[in-house]
């Protein structure tokens, strides 16, 4: 499987992004996507993910109100709506995906071992 990000750039603070994450070479339907982040020097960040079987959703509480994560099942296409964004959130955005059934908000516990190789998402003050 492969995973491109895409939608990323330089936002001012307070603004939207809105980041895509295609797979192809999917070889089942049941999967989950998660999101993550990694700033310079600091360690990866679980923002959220989504279960392709019932699109139940996670987010991690950095994020909650503030980013929503939702899936085109039909384009295999995850997308990461990012609302209200501050310096704070400038960072590499991944997107990385686990096979199985992750529904009712499970997906938290995927073990995510297909990685995308990320887009920069900067916020100026």
């Known amino acids: 499987v492969q995973l491109v990000e895409s939608g990323g750039g330089l936002v001012q603070a307070g603004g939207s992004l809105r980041l895509s994450c295609a797979a192809s070479?999917?070889?089942?339907?049941?999967?989950?996507i998660g999101w993550f982040r990694q700033a310079p020097g600091k360690e990866r960040e679980d923002i959220g993910c989504i279960a392709s079987s019932d699109r139940s959703t996670y987010y991690a509480d950095s994020v909650k109100g503030r980013f929503t994560i939702s899936s085109d099942n039909a384009k295999d296409t995850v997308s990461l709506q990012m609302n209200s964004l501050q310096v704070e959130d400038t960072a590499v955005y991944y997107c990385?995906?686990?096979?199985?059934?992750?529904?009712?908000?499970?997906?938290?516990?995927?073990?995510?071992?297909?990685w995308g190789q990320g887009t920069q998402v900067t916020v100026s003050s």
């Open positions: 990385a995906l686990d096979y199985g059934l992750h529904g009712s908000g499970w997906c938290r516990f995927a073990t995510f071992v297909s």
């Open positions: 070479g999917l070889t089942g339907d049941d999967y989950a």
